[in-house]
């Protein structure tokens, strides 16, 4: 990684990536993909420019599956934001630059990258994939499809049965510890059982509306250069001594373009 | 689950069953696979019995990847430790009963289970997969194959390249937040950078050798049952009112036998 050219990092723009930094400390800055859930990451941008999260707080954490935050039941919601949207669960194949990882996959015919996120697809259709650190928008029993008001992120095995049920829109790329180690809640389905619990929110902003000395400069590898495929590889067939066998096979999960502070 | 007949319940035996407690508070419980890694766990049996890691500590938390505790580098090794072992980083397929759970995996042939614990083999050869909540034996540069005096517990996405590289010894079936929700150690590969930052062992025992009263009662679900057939069907292929599309398929991390306290 250290080998990779500038040309091979791309930036992460930050009018897509949001900035949320909890009360008691701990910054996450998460990057969205407009791409694959243009409705819902519209609406958490007018969340976000509007302050919604700000006071909201981390309600639900439950190990080996997700935290979530914020609140889906609070009204009214800004102007600006699509209620319902629609269900941008998956999405046509035609027009991404889909690249195959090239392994067999449990769920899906084809798993593989477009632009850096983690994608599987079939036939015609694609669509993100449920990773650790993956986020999505929380929703009650269809044909509730939830508005972006309520989020959530992966903090454990990759839950890919949510895959193509729920409306994936981005990916923690800075901070994840701040979530993945916080304490597991104790009622059903990992929710806290006492208010006090909670984890407040300071804010949740997007990036490009913070001063630019408060702003992440990120960069994340981009997947279709010459540096990520020589480091998928190289993760397939780990190359180093501590090394018997090499699995030869990697799966989309453990193959999350690394993310860096961008140099200088 | 609440409907599955007692007998298609196994008692995890109490002789290899190891309780490990924190002394901030924590409790973990941890059952042996002896069919796997029979020196390995023999050699962890041998260091619990003569209280080897009491007072020693948590070291490293390494987010999205292990937890690791105890101490490869003290010596002597108790008497009964078997050092070095053999590398039991696979075994004959030959005398296990392995039932495939019949999806595509990307690492292994075939997937599936034996008494209850998550397998992969290929042709002739036998292994535990790496998944969340696994045990392994820490290890350094090969020919090290680690004594068991070193442990690792996975708290992240099942890190499948170390299938076939270190010896699994069993898995954690209670308590697993006291390791998941640890803070992640901010040293190189996730160590603590000072000692007073390690979490200690209070004690870790077999189950067996603690006081009626205090040892976990604990079952598996028996991967031969057909209880664990409908549940895993039922993963597979959730029936809930949530799901608009059933993934028709499970990989071998996510479907790892429930585990209950023995009702009664």
Known sequence: LAAAPAADWRA???????????ERGGRIVM?????????????????????????????????????????ASKTPLPSGVVS????????????LGFRPLGYRDPYAEFTGHVASWPVARDGDRAWLTHCYGILGVGREAPPDVGSGAELYVVIGQAPRHLDRNLALVG???????????????????????K??????????????DLPAADRPRLDVLDSDSKSFALWSQSRANRPESFFVRPAGAIDVCSALPPVRVRPG
Chains 1, 2 share one sequence.
Do not use: C
């Open 12 to 22: 992460i723009d930050p009018q897509t990536m949001l900035v949320m930094d909890l």
């Open 31 to 71: 990057a969205l993909a407009p791409d694959f859930a243009p409705v819902h990451v519209s609406n958490i941008r007018a969340l976000a420019a509007t302050h919604w999260f700000d006071g909201q707080s981390i309600t639900r954490v439950q190990d080996n599956y997700v935290v979530q935050f914020g609140d």
């Open 84 to 95: 319902p949207p629609p269900a941008e669960y998956d999405r046509p194949l035609a027009g």
């Open 171 to 193: 990916r923690v790329v800075l901070g994840m510890e701040a979530l993945s180690a916080l304490p597991r809640g104790t009622a059903v389905m990992g929710f806290y059982e």
């Open 195 to 208: 208010p006090d619990q909670r984890i407040k929110i300071r804010s949740l902003r997007i990036a490009s």
